[in-house]
């Protein structure tokens, strides 16, 4: 069974920093793409970032140049550094594995708050 888990959440004043951190267990990290996904108040959810296991990323056009997405393989731990936050980065952050083993899976979640 995947089980992913986010923290690093909270509240935070626009232009500043946050890192997330998810913890994986149950698959074989290092050969799995991870991405993370973000869902604000009624809007879809949408991508926020992806790394493959070779280490390549991809951003969302509204994160490039702002948010960092790495992983280690190590520790089965990915992460999210995100700088000059702002008011629309407020959304619930989510961890994911795009596909596994034939499914897809999404950790909890964690609230991000950026004020203006």
């Not at 004043?13 to 050969?31: D, E, K, W």
């Amino acid at each position: 069974q995947v089980y992913l888990r986010e923290s690093g959440g909270g509240l935070v004043q626009a232009g500043g920093s946050l890192r997330l951190s998810c913890a994986a267990s149950g698959l074989n990290f290092r050969i799995a793409t991870m991405a993370w996904h973000r869902q604000a108040p009624g809007k879809q959810r949408e991508l926020v970032a992806r790394i493959g296991s070779d280490g390549a990323t991809v951003y969302g056009d509204s994160v490039k140049g702002r948010f960092t997405i790495s992983r280690d393989n190590i520790y089965n731990r990915l992460y999210l550094q995100m700088n000059s936050l702002k008011p629309e980065d407020t959304a619930v952050y989510y961890c994911n594995v795009p596909y596994y083993r034939g499914s897809e899976f999404f950790g909890p979640g964690t609230q991000v708050t950026v004020s203006s």
